[in-house]
């Protein structure tokens, strides 16, 4: 039979209690979010949703086309300018998603007889850039700069190393300043995806590179997502103007993708804007994760001291962190879980969203709810 082997795969992810599922969320929930990526709390925010509405009117409901024949706008332009300028950056490429921002980054930066070195703990994304490159692929620990270097050292020829600035899972850094210290002694780029820095980290939320100096390095490449902070949905490219022009015609999710829809740019456009008038946000949201963190701790929960907005709290198995979660959403508070396979070291968790915009008495009443459900 076609597809039989689909059976029984999906046997075996009931049996481990791994199944996934697609639950569509109401528009206006009574639940407490601690779930989603609205880092800043501004997908809602009435200039964002603006941004949006103008976009979509000015110039329709898509782009109409890939982004080197009808789908480059005024609006993906300006988009590409303003976050360029924000991040300290030479320039910037716009995407459809942060996803295929990755996969351009590593694809048109790994060609045929180099090396890319990469995190253990990467992001999915990353992981599919370097599976897609036609360079060699060298995994090193998570967070290990002396790998890295060695790595380096054992390759001649042009190389790249490849790392999230936040990792998704536990939302701990990776060390930035040493990898581009590694990088600089071999001649070799940094690409780094700040998916969960840009908006957070960094004066104003410039992101984790800006914080770490390496803002406008003539070998240092970071991709993002307009997912996040920005409330919005697309990804994108930022780095020296040669990088970017080599990218517009080499990378091939750039190439063959229909450009950003002009609602996602003119509503991330509008975060931006928003997020340059009011820098404070970046810095509650990660005031938030600390209290998260220390109120959790409090409560006896083996919370992951986070580095950005993200806050893990480890459960016992991957059955109990669904249980958890599922009791947390009845008592309505909304978590992430976080099990494998999505988790590169097989421990499972509840992933919590230190938004900006909440306030004291819901990080205690989320406490409160996590620390009653427990198993
Ligand atoms: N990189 C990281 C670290 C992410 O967490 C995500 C989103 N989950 C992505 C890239 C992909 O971005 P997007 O959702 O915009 O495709």
Redesign the pocket.
Known sequence: MAFGWIDEQARARRRAGLVRTLRPRPADTPLLDLAS?DYLGLTRHPEVVEGATEAARTWGGGSTGSRLVTGTTALHTELERALAAFCGFEAALVFS??????LAAVTALGPHGSLIVSDAG?????IDGCRLARGETQVVGHADPEAVRKALAAHAGAAIVVS?T???VDGDRAPLTALAEACREHGAGLVV?D??GLGVLGDGGRGAPYAAGLAGAEDVVV?A????SLGS???VVLGPARVIDHLVNAARTFIFDTGLAPAAAGAALAALRLLERAPERAARAREVAAELYARLTAAGLDAVRPDAAVVSVRAPSPERAVRWAADCRTAGLAVGCFRPPSVPDGISRLRLTARADLSGAEIERAVRVIGETRP
């Open positions: 990526n998603s942060g996803y295929a921002a990755n990467n992001h999915a994304s990353l999230d936040v990792f998704s995806d998916a969960h991709t997502t307009l997912s996040k949905q697309g990804g």
